[in-house]
């Protein structure tokens, strides 16, 4: 049974006060509270473990590696990878799509990576609600190499704007990005569709799965992209590690990204030639600890059910959908309804700018985030120069949301 | 919602943002010039004439934040009719207070020569917000040098 109460016991911070206010935390969307588990994580790995990986032969370094190795396994089956090597640790998400971008750049010198070459006539698309992060990678991959920058445009209620997908994804489309769900609008894709798509003219797809991987069960197998990314910090993890899945048959065949210790299989000064994937793609001493602690965050979800945790959120999604609903003045950026969306609301207030919205209710203990959320296309699409973006997470209460109404409400008050 | 004394808002910022000073624009002027603060996405064009070393009048035109729109209106109050050097002498002012981090150092008389601006010095607690109530006075003292670095203005 799914009991929001106990749940919260788990996570210490949640009983701290602001400003002599108990904290009411929704901005899990920019970053989620750590269960106890994960801190003990943490503390044991350094307490009793702590050695590098790969490279000891001794006690503390098996231990060190299995750990590690161990923690690779885990993300494995939490998105139901068919193989454990196809999931590569990087420092988060941008790591991890910009790990795909600049491979596909080094492809362009490697033999037997032509089909990976993106150059003049190519285009690389994304979509205009997505994170900078999945933005920038790929206009400096297009920079690079002289491809095309396009992306699929969004409607007034924050869709992807459906007729537009076959026209900008077209035969010369090496690359497609897209988010899974929006973390400035709460949209959730139709990956399907976008795959499908991105199938049908031999383009890459790569899904940005930063926001959808804490807040619903994530199979890699029946999104059907090429690529996966996620980031640990927003999935009750450490900050520091993240993860990109890649399909085998693609990593095995692209180049390398940084160059270092654990990446390569033998070095001379004539060349070198590189280690098998995943560790092609971990160049160097990697986030021990913090893939420890994402693998002990992952076992913590799973036992609660990632099945669970969207329907919780799911339930908080349309009970807030609601009560903002009623708030005059109070316009939502991104669907209206709780279909296709998270646990991620956007809003404006007519009058009353998001910074001054936002630091009147962390006054009231309550913490949202306010600005463009590394999404300024969104920003520019709506005409607004920013939005107060409330987030919600498995620890998230009905009576938290009460709180965000009555805050919003008194902010109107103290402004009218 | 009763205002709380450490909360940034005080009840002279909110009524200044309501009610904004010297809003509008100058036909008549020797300096215009344009200022941003990128963390809001706050603006502000301001206009001076200087007559005599003395900031002769002032208009500004903007949007952004409550703290950065208070500001510029308050700032406006303060240094219109003032000479250039007293007008410059209370932006330093006003920046040491917003750079205290919650610690007024100013001396009684300077707090005192603030007046109303006196009411941002919760703002300096939270650096992120430091740029909004800077806006307007940087605008002033940029509008003001190009005023006077100009010349010999008839
Ligand atoms: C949709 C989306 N993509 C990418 C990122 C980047 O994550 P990170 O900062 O951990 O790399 C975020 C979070 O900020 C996000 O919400």
């Known amino acids: 049974m799914f009991d929001v109460e106990v749940i919260r016991k788990d996570f210490p911070i949640l009983s701290r006060q602001v400003h002599g206010v108990p904290l009411v935390y929704l901005d899990s969307a920019n970053t989620s509270q750590k269960p106890q588990v994960v801190l003990d994580s943490l503390t044991d790995y350094y307490t009793s473990h702590n050695a590098n990986v790969a490279r000891a032969v001794h006690t503390l370094g098996s231990e060190a590696t299995m750990l590690f190795e161990g923690a690779r396994d885990k993300v494995a089956g939490f998105i139901n990878a068919p193989r454990r090597d196809e999931v590569i640790f990087t420092k988060n998400s941008s790591e991890a799509l910009n790990l795909v971008a600049y491979t596909l750049s080094n492809a362009t010198s490697t033999p037997g990576a032509e089909r990976f070459r993106v150059g003049p006539g190519d285009n690389i698309v994304v979509t205009e609600m997505e994170h900078h992060s999945n933005i920038v990678p ?23 704007v459906d007729s537009l997908i076959d026209e900008r994804v077209d035969d010369r489309t090496k690359v497609l990005a897209f988010v899974h769900q929006s973390n400035a609008l709460g949209t959730v ?33 029946s999104l059907g992209a090429d690529f996966v990314a996620f980031t640990g910090h927003k999935l009750y993890g450490p900050t520091g590690v993240g993860v990109l899945w890649g399909r085998y048959e693609l990593l095995a065949d692209l180049p390398p990204f940084l160059g270092g210790g654990e990446m390569i299989e033998t070095v001379d000064m004539s060349g070198t030639t590189f280690a098998a994937p995943p560790h092609r793609f971990e160049a160097g001493t990697p986030m021990i600890a913090e893939a420890v ?9 799973t036992a609660i059910g990632m099945d669970q945790v969207q329907a919780h959120e799911a339930q908080l999604t349309a009970y807030a959908l609601d009560a903002l609903a009623q708030v005059p003045a109070l316009r939502v950026i991104g669907p209206s309804t709780p279909v296709d969306r998270g ?42 120069p920013a ?15 009460d709180a965000l109404v009555a805050g919003v409400i008194k902010v109107q008050e103290m402004f009218s | 919602m009763s205002v709380n004394i450490d909360s940034m808002y005080q009840q002279i910022i909110l009524d200044h943002y309501k009610h904004p000073n010297h809003r509008g624009e100058l036909a008549d002027f020797d300096a215009e010039v344009h200022h941003v603060n990128p963390t809001c996405g706050d603006e502000v064009t301001l206009r001076v004439r200087v007559a005599d070393g003395e900031i002769a009048d002032l208009g500004w035109t903007g949007e952004g934040c409550s703290i950065s729109q208070a500001s510029t ?18 932006q330093e002012k006003f920046l040491q207070l917003m750079q205290s981090q919650g610690h007024n150092d100013l001396t009684e008389d300077e707090t005192e020569a603030l007046e109303d601006a006196i009411a941002f010095e919760g703002v300096s607690k939270y650096p992120a ?13 940029s509008a003001v040098a190009s005023a006077t670095g100009a010349g010999d203005k008839p």
């Not at chain 1, 609301?345 to 009147?360: A, N, R, Y």
């Open chain 2, 129 to 141: 917000r430091v740029k909004c109530a800077l806006l307007g006075w940087m605008a002033m003292k």
């Open chain 1, 343 to 384: 646990a991620t609301i956007s809003f404006t207030i007519k009058g009353i700018h998001p910074h001054d919205v936002s630091q009147l209710l962390d006054e009231q203990g309550i913490a949202v985030r306010a600005g463009h959320h590394c999404a300024r296309p969104v920003c520019l699409r709506y005409g607004i």
């Open chain 1, 189 to 221: 894709n139709n990956v399907e569709r976008l795959v499908t798509r991105a199938k049908a003219v031999g383009a890459l797809s790569v899904i940005d799965a930063s926001q959808s991987a804490p807040h619903r069960p994530l199979d890699v197998q």
């Open chain 1, 138 to 160: 790929w206009q400096l991959l297009a920079q690079r190499t002289g491809a095309e920058f396009r992306y699929i445009p969004i409607d007034d209620e924050g869709r992807l």
């Open chain 1, 387 to 401: 939005t107060t973006r409330a987030s919600f997470g498995i620890y998230t209460t009905t009576s938290e949301i």
């Open chain 2, 73 to 90: 209106s308050v700032m406006s109050d303060l240094v219109v009719g003032s000479s250039v050097t007293d007008a410059l002498q209370l």
């Open chain 1, 293 to 301: 602690g994402l693998g002990t965050a992952i076992d913590y979800l």
